[in-house]
């Protein structure tokens, strides 16, 4: 073992008091050091032992490896079937209750989603598994959403809208704990091949999940009943999400090799637990801000923030066209989603394996020309049919995808395994108050002018952030 002696890290000022550094011979990590926690140290020749992330047996990987695939395709399903952005504003306008919530259901997901990772992250970083959050995290969004299935024919609006914000608190808590709990196994249990690999997989296959469960739901459901659709859509979702819970419990975590550095860092002289200043988390944050990568990064995340929040506006624009005379409409609309991601995951996947700044702007550039879309069709020339609506639910869909992959990938990639959680916390959250705001200024125009004018906005905001994502240095990776 090599170990860098407390009076060097105080002289390097790179690690807080107390803390030491241990580095196992053999261990080769396949992402940079961050400049974080990049410490310069003295090396003694040794022979390479080739060793599974975390020293673990290659079968256990491998076996994690297609457990956690096949979770993430089934994750994936479930996203896309009973994606929060466009199911519940279509579900929540087909029960004719007052429009203006529709809107806000986005900033409420936004808010809840901040909330969920700002209480769950110091518990997560404390705990010696993480598999146990996604369980928990997946069958409570099973269960919300059955919740806002089953009371979507509820005669009482406001009972309904009471629901409705009920789920989108819940399923925007769970998003962000989730989030933080599958980024942080992803980066520390496997490498960057598999995860790149792994990641576009889970998109691309759980497009064809998606597929079959609407049309078995399409199936099942009454022919002229619009909300009859869209609840077995939402039954669905349940179902699927369900599952995921089932399957992660049969994942064999390893022991976090930080725990041990979560627990010395919160701890006192005393050993007992010793609770961050405001002061601390204010010098932490501007110890992070003083890297230029991840300022850059920080600024391209709040750019495509507008990316997220566009889905919800054109499933609320979808919506005011197609809820009372196409009973399929959203069923239509989620398999135009899934077919996109299963085209577009290999092709995202080839860009950003070259370039992940090409695949943020082209993703971007495909929301924007989703937006584009929209308004040709229902203001320039009206073609309110399904199959013209689906094209933009389909772009739409793809430039997520590409952009959402991007971007955890990017952050992976030019960051260390210490610093992961903190800055997947801080990028994370920073952009959900953003997308807290952006939501709540369009829905509230959404409201007074139209949704045609959040349209509109998000074009032109989509467009910028392509620009700037032109813009970021590619991170650095050193492959072994």
């Not at 509230?444 to 970021?472: D, E, F, K």
Request: glycine letters at 8%; charged letters at 15%.
């Amino acid at each position: 073992m090599y170990r860098v002696t407390l009076n060097k890290c105080k002289e390097l000022n790179q690690l807080d008091k107390g803390t030491f550094v241990a580095i196992r011979i053999g261990s080769v990590s396949r992402r940079r050091v961050s400049p974080m926690t990049q410490i310069p140290t003295e090396t003694e020749p040794s022979s390479q032992v080739h060793e599974s992330p975390h020293g673990q047996p290659e079968d256990t990987v491998k076996r994690n490896y297609v457990i956690f695939v096949t979770q993430g395709v089934i994750v994936q399903a479930s996203k896309k079937i009973g994606n929060a952005n466009l199911l519940l504003p279509y579900l929540y306008v087909s029960t004719g209750a007052p429009v203006f919530l529709a809107g806000m259901l986005l900033p409420i997901l936004a808010g809840s989603r901040l909330i969920g990772q700002y209480v769950g992250a110091p518990i997560m970083s404390a705990a010696s598994t993480r598999r146990w959050f996604l369980v928990g995290g997946w069958g409570a969004t099973a269960i919300a959403l059955a919740v806002a299935a089953l009371s979507a024919s509820v005669p009482n609006h406001v009972i309904v809208m009471a629901i409705f914000v009920a789920v989108a608190v819940t399923m925007g808590a769970t998003k962000g704990l989730n989030a933080l709990a599958f980024n942080d196994l992803l980066a520390r249990l496997f490498d960057r091949s598999r995860r790149n690999s792994g990641l576009f997989l889970m998109t691309a296959a759980g497009g064809a999940v998606t597929i079959a469960v609407s049309w078995l739901m399409h199936r099942i459901s009454s022919g002229s009943n619009t909300l009859d659709h869209n609840v077995n859509l939402a039954l669905g979702a349940a179902a699927v999400t369900g599952l995921a819970a089932l399957l992660m419990m049969t994942f064999r975590e390893p022991k976090d090799m930080a725990v041990q550095h979560w627990q010395d860092a919160s701890t006192d002289s005393t050993g007992k637990g010793a609770k961050p200043t405001v002061s601390a988390r204010l010098k932490k944050f501007r110890e992070v801000l003083q890297f230029q990568w991840f300022r850059s990064y920080l600024i391209m995340r709040c750019f495509t923030a507008t990316v997220i929040v566009a889905m919800p506006f054109y499933a609320v624009h979808g919506a005011t066209h197609h809820v009372g005379t196409n009973p399929g409409g959203l069923s239509a609309f989620v398999v135009a989603t899934s077919v996109a991601v299963i085209i577009f995951g290999p092709i995202w996947k080839r860009i950003s394996q070259r370039s992940q700044r090409y695949t943020l702007a082209l993703g971007s550039f495909f929301v924007a020309g989703a937006g584009v879309w929209a308004l040709t069709i229902t203001e320039v020339t009206p073609t309110h049919s399904i199959l013209a609506h689906c094209l933009v639910f389909a772009l739409a869909a793809a430039g997520i995808q590409g952009v959402n992959a991007s971007r955890m990938l990017f952050l992976i990639d030019a960051s260390s395994e210490e610093e992961l959680p903190y800055l997947v916390a801080v990028s994370t959250s920073v952009a959900a108050v953003l997308q807290l705001i952006l939501s709540s200024i369009f829905g509230y125009i959404a409201q007074l002018q139209g949704v045609h004018w959040p349209v509109i906005l998000l074009v032109v905001l989509n467009i910028i952030a392509a620009g700037y994502s032109l813009s970021l240095n590619e991170p650095k990776v050193d492959e072994k």
